[in-house]
Each structure stands twice: as C-alpha cells, then as structure tokens.
C-alpha cells in the first residue's frame, strides 16, 4: 500500500470538513456509544468507532454478527465452524481454536457479558446497536481487545406497553420467527431461525450444514429512587448448528458418512447498580456465563468405502465454560471529568476431547483469574482543547493442567494506557491525535506432539498512533468520520499450524501460538453519510489496511518475514443509496474485500469478494412486509482456509482447500406491531 495519495486524500478531506462547518444546524439525530467508560455521543467520541444501529441492522437483514461484520472497514472474520466464532479488527485476531488456551484479541460484550472469542452466540434480534471500537482497547477492556471490541446491547425496554411480531420464509429452507414485548420497565424477547444450510451431502442424501438457533432475553430497567437506577439483564441462546463444510473438490458437494455439529447452550446474567455518591456517579455491574459448546468434524470428510487409501476419523471438542466479571466504576468531575475502576475476569474451561486417533480421551482444567486497576481523567488545556490520559494495570494468573500430565501456571503484569489530544473545530467538528497500548498475556501451547520448545510463548504488545476527526457538514446532510492510524506489534503471537504424518499415512494436524519478533499493521478508516435528496441518501465505508511481519524466523523457517498478516485484506468497503418514499423504501449495496492469506503457516489465499445486496420494503401503520436478498450474483466466497493433505485419490497431496460462506440467499420477512 501507498499512503502518500491517500494522505493528500485526507488533507484534502480535512481541509473540506471544517471549511464548511459555519453552515451547519444542530439537531442531527444523536447516536450514543456505550462502550466507554461514560456514555456519549457518537459524534462527541474520539476515537475510531462505527456503530450499527437496529435500523441499519434491519435494513441489512442480519440476524447474526457475522452478516453486519462486512459494513464496517477494516474488518473481518474466520468461520471453521457453523458460524463466524473469530473476528479481527485492523487484520489482528485469532482463527481459529482447539485446546486451550484461548486469549482473544478481539473483545466481544453482549449486554454487559463477556463472550470473547465466541461469536457463535452473537445474534442480532431485538438489538439496539452494534459498536466496533478499533484499536487497542488496553485502558478500557485490557487483555482481550488487543485489536479492538465489539460492544452489542439490546434494545432498553419502554414503560408504555409494545410489542411486535416478526416472520420471515427465505431460501434454503429458511425460517425465522420472532416476537417482543415491552412496558413497565421491563422487555422479553424470543427468536427462532433455522434453515437446512448451504452444502449438500451427497453420501446420505440430505443437507447436513444446518442450523437451529434460539435466543431468550429479558431485559429490565429500574428506578431505585431519586439517584439510584439498576439495569438486568437474563438470557439464553441455543445454537443447535451443523457442521459439514469442507469438500474434497472444494465445492458445495460433501461426502462426510459422520457430518459434524456445532452446538452450545448458553445461559448468562448481567446486572448495573448506578447511585450517587457524594456528587460522584459510583456503578457496579457483575456478570456470568455459562456454556455447554459440543463440536465435533468428520476429519476425513469421506465415507469408508471411497478410496482403497482412504483413512477414517472424527475429531470432537466438549467445553463447559464458566465465565464471571465485576465492574466497579466510581467516575466524577464536571470541569475534570475523571474516572477509576476495579476489575475482575474469572474463566474456568473443561475440555474433553474424543479422537478416533487417541489412545484415551483428553482432559483439561483451564483457570483464568484476571485483576485489574484502571482510571482516566480529562484535562481542559483551554477554549475546545482538551487532554484525555488513562492507563490499566493488570494482573492475569492461570492454570492447566490435562490428562497427557502437562501443567502450567502462568502469571503475568501487563499495562495499557492512553494519552489523546482532543479539539473542537466549528460547531460541529472534532479532530483527535492519540497514543495507546494493548497487550495479551503469555501463554502455553498443549495441542499434540508439539515439540517442548514451541510449548511457551511470551506475551504482546501493540503501540497505536492515531489521528483522526468526526464532522457533519453541508446543513446537515453529511456527516463524516475518518481516521488514519499505525500499529507496531512486538513479540507477535502468531497462530500457526504444523502437518506431521502418521506411521499409517494419515496426518496430524497441530495448532500452535508461536512468537515473532515485530510486525506493523497501518491504515486509513472512513465513514460516510450523505442525504442528496429528500427521499434518497448514501452511505459508504472504505478501510484501507497494509500489514507486515517484519522479523520472523522459527526453527529455520522464515517464510512470514515481510510477508502480510493472515486475515488481513488490503481493502475493505460498504457502499450504497437508501430510498424511502411514503411507505416505500428500497437500498442497494456493494461490499466487498480484497483476497488475504488465510494462515500464518502458509501461503494460500483466498479471492477478492464483491457481493450486491438489495431490499425492497412497504410499511403501514401496523405492518411492513420486505423483499432481501444478499449476494445476488451468487459469487462464492471463502471464508476459511487449511493447506495440507486429505484426498486419498491424490495420495494425501498437500493442497488448498476452504470453507464457502454465504451463497445468493433471498427472502421475504413480515412485521406485525401489536395494538
């Protein structure tokens, strides 16, 4: 990539935000972000932030994050399962997992609860908004939002009585069902999708990519008195998915005589306590999880009887994930705002996995006690000047041990801070410069026969450099959001993969987190609104990434140094027109990405991705009834990747193959407001 155009780009994009600021109202419909440490505006937050709100969702017709993902620039994610489990921000972010440990670089919130590298669950019914917050999150979040988080909260309930009911039929055999209702400070929400999947197996005769997803949710808000406000959250998702994915001819055709599954059940709790004290705002908020996950592949993706080489096997993973978090806030100061905080993350995981391979299943007991202390404080410099300077420190102990006799007992001090210049330019303008870290912990390796000197790896830092600036223009018929940022990555936790062949032929695969020694990852975000008409406006999301490991070189292997990152494409883009007109509304939408390296092990790629979106929609007082479809040319997109060998009829021959995303999907979708 070469900045110095797009740099002119930004000169001259600066230079025409705040030369037309003058002419600006201020009634804009106002968008908060939730995921700071005080809730604010959208247009008042320095920081590189996108927020999708339930409109823009509906309007999208995503029902899980992995179908909004692909608006918002420089984003992207891995599938390997039923649905998008990994996400990465800024091209940082795991793949993929199989034991533990797993320390997430990109944060995932729903409703207050800590899902971090489960995105499984992440579904989009009834949500108020979806936040991405891109770059080290070290003073908010700490360990796991190296790259950045995703914040989604669901819609507040209303003490007036609502409710609504939602169908929706589409190809595939897919069918949702959806209903809320609300009043007295309290929402309950219930949603059911299903459909028979995108791959055919053509050994039994049926579609065995399948999926079945539930969700429950209760949502309440109180008033405890004058200054006192609680907020509870209750849900539930049941994610009952199949797990057929990968062909031999990398196509939609699968052979698999024991097809996989991808299920889990979640049951999780959130609460807020906010009161005054003493003029300060003091909040608490505690939070649990728990998560039956059962996941499990045909390793051979074949039928016994297919090829006179052909081996057979199947590969399961059973985790029961308990997750806790207390939050204590205590945040004051008009002329100073400033903020201090205690934390605490509890995980306990139990693995059992069954290999056919494996003389014994295997066992693991995995613990993570995470405490932190963290502030922030904002300084006035003068007239629209301001400093912001925070800063976490933590410390992340954990234990292992398995059933194979290994153990480990890691305990780390990592840091995090932010400093960040802030100024107000006309009425509706903000430029900021930053300065952040984030860091990951250090860890261990316990998958396989993986060789004693790849078992440890140290922990990672990542330095941000940001600038950027949040302006609406042109009597509020615009608005822009833009930043330009440089990430330099040290002692990088690469995640990598090893193929060693067994005596019978067969071959095991290890996945492994190893270390190398530098890597920078630069870019350009934008974030364009537009009306051009009184019935007719555009949108458009641009990232530009450029991504690099500088130094690399484990055991004699050096082929990463300079190459990009895994995940990591150079382009990223959403663009599109809104119509609405009366009762009827109409959008199209372009997306797209440029191809990327799917491994850290090796050099396989995938293409370059353009999908066009469209909805057509009519709403009445009481009604509205829709027509969507996605990736309307039918283009197939591939969104994970393995190099090695799995076809008997090429003798085990190492080559390519991937998992297809999404094909053209269409539908049609009905809601009905209750009286």
Known sequence: ???????????????????????????????????EFSSKSLQDTAASVSVISGEELARQQAVHLEETLASVPNVNFASGASRARF????????????????????????DGVDFSGFGTSALLFDVDQVEVLRGPQGTLYGSNALAGLINIRSKPPSEQFE?????????????????????????????????????????????TNDRKETLLRLRGDFSLGEVSDLSMTLGYADIDNGYDAFSLDNDRDTRSDEPGFDQSLSTYAAATLSTEVAGNELSVSLAHANSDIDYGYDEDWTFVGFDPFE???????VRDRSMTTLDIRLSGGEARPWTIGLYNFQQDVDLRRVYTFAAADFDSVYQVDRVAAYGEIELPLREGLRARLGARLERAKASYRDSEGAQF??????AGFRAQLEADVGANGLVYLSASSGYKAAGFNTDGTLAREFREYDEETLWNLEAGLRSTLWDERLRVAASVFWMQRDDVQINRSLIVERPDGSSEFIDFV???????????????????????????????LDT????????????????????APSYTYHIGADWLSGPWSARVALQGRDGFFFSNSHNAETDSA???????????????VSIWGRNLTDEDTEVRGFRFGNDPRLIYDTRTYTQLGEPRRYGVSVTLQLP
């Open 1 to 35: 990539m070469r900045f110095s155009p797009l740099s002119r780009s930004c000169s001259v994009l600066l230079a025409l935000t705040f030369g037309c600021t003058s002419a600006l109202a201020s009634n804009i419909e106002e968008i908060v972000v939730t995921a």
């Open 87 to 110: 996400i990465q921000l800024r091209g940082i972010g795991e793949r993929g997992q199989f034991r533990e440990p797993l320390n997430s670089s990109v944060g995932l919130i729903i």
């Open 163 to 207: 409710g609504y009911v939602d169908v929706g039929v589409s190809n595939h055999g897919g069918r949702d069902v959806g209903a809320v209702v609300s009043g007295g400070g309290l929402r309950l929400s219930a949603f059911h999708t299903e459909s028979d999947g995108y791959m055919d197996n053509t050994f039994i005769n049926s579609s």
């Open 311 to 317: 081996y057979s096997s199947t590969d399961r993973y």
């Open 409 to 414: 007992e890691p305990d780390d001090n990592v």
């Open 514 to 544: 190893d270390n190398a020694a530098e890597g920078f990852n630069r870019g350009i975000e934008l974030d364009l609104n537009v009306r051009l008409t009184e019935t007719l406006s555009g949108f458009a999301s641009v990232g530009l």
């Open 548 to 567: 690099e490991v500088t130094r690399f070189d484990s055991d004699g292997d050096d082929f990463l140094d300079g190459r990009d990152q895994a995940h």
């Open 610 to 624: 353009n999908l066009v979106n469209m909805k057509f929609g009519y709403a009445a007082e009481r009604f509205s």
